[in-house]
C-alpha cells in the first residue's frame, strides 16, 4: 500500500511539472524572454549571421535607446533617435533615424528582442526539453516571420530566423550576458576623409 501511495505520488509531481510546462502558451514563452532580457539591464551579444551564402560573426551590446553593432567591418552606433552606420572598408559613414518600430536586431538591437505588444500573432513550433521555437507573424499583413528559439533553462534568446518569402536570415546567439561597460558613442573625429552620406 505505502509502495501504490509513493507510486501516485511520484505520478502526481511528474505530470503536475508537465502539465506547468504543457500550459506555457507562445505568448507566455515571449512574455518570459522578454522579462529576461530586461533583467540583464544593459547586455551584450555575441552572435554568427547565416544569409545565402554568407556567414559573419558579430556582436552588439544595448543600453536602453543606445546600442553598438559590429559585422563584417561595419560599426553601427545608435543612441535612440540617430543611427551611425560606418563601414571601414567603404571609408563611408550613413546618417539615418533609428527605425524604432523594427525588430530585426541588425537593424534595431535595441528592440531586437521585445516582442511584447500586439505587433505580432504568436505559435509554438517546436518544442523540446530544453528549447522552444516561437513563431512571431506580423499582425499588420507585412510578409515575413520570425522563429525566435528560447532555451527554457535560462528564457533568453539562442537563434532568430528571419524569414521572408522562402529567404531566410539566421541569427545564431553565441552569447548573452549583462555588462557594466559605457556604451561608446559616434565620435566623427575618429573618421576624418570618411564620406557623409546624411538621410535624415
Known amino acids: 500500500m505505502k509502495r501504490l501511495t509513493f507510486i501516485l505520488l511520484l505520478l502526481a509531481s511528474v505530470c503536475g511539472f508537465v502539465g506547468v510546462y504543457a500550459d506555457e502558451t507562445a ?35 544595448v543600453s536602453g535607446g543606445d546600442y553598438n553593432l559590429s559585422l563584417a567591418g561595419v560599426d553601427v552606433f545608435g543612441d535612440g533617435a540617430v543611427r551611425y552606420e560606418v563601414n571601414n572598408a ?67 534568446p539562442s537563434k532568430l530566423v528571419y524569414d521572408l518569402n522562402g529567404d531566410s536570415v539566421v541569427v545564431e546567439i553565441t552569447g548573452i550576458a549583462a555588462t557594466t561597460k559605457r556604451l561608446a558613442a559616434f565620435d566623427a573625429s575618429a573618421y576624418n576623409g570618411y564620406e557623409i552620406i546624411d538621410f535624415r
Open 90 to 156: 567603404r571609408r563611408e559613414i550613413t546618417i539615418d533615424t533609428v527605425d524604432t518600430s523594427s525588430h530585426n536586431i541588425l537593424v534595431n538591437p535595441a528592440g531586437g528582442l521585445d516582442f511584447i505588444g500586439d505587433e505580432f500573432t504568436s505559435r509554438i513550433v517546436s518544442q523540446d526539453g530544453s528549447a522552444v521555437v516561437v513563431r512571431l507573424t506580423p499582425t499588420d499583413g507585412t510578409a515575413g516571420t520570425i522563429d525566435v528559439t528560447v532555451s527554457t533553462a535560462t528564457w533568453l
Open 27 to 61: 505568448a507566455s514563452v515571449v512574455g518570459r524572454m522578454s522579462a529576461a532580457v530586461k533583467a540583464l539591464g544593459s547586455y551584450e551579444v555575441s552572435f554568427t549571421v547565416h544569409a545565402g551564402d554568407y556567414s559573419g560573426d558579430g556582436r552588439y551590446a
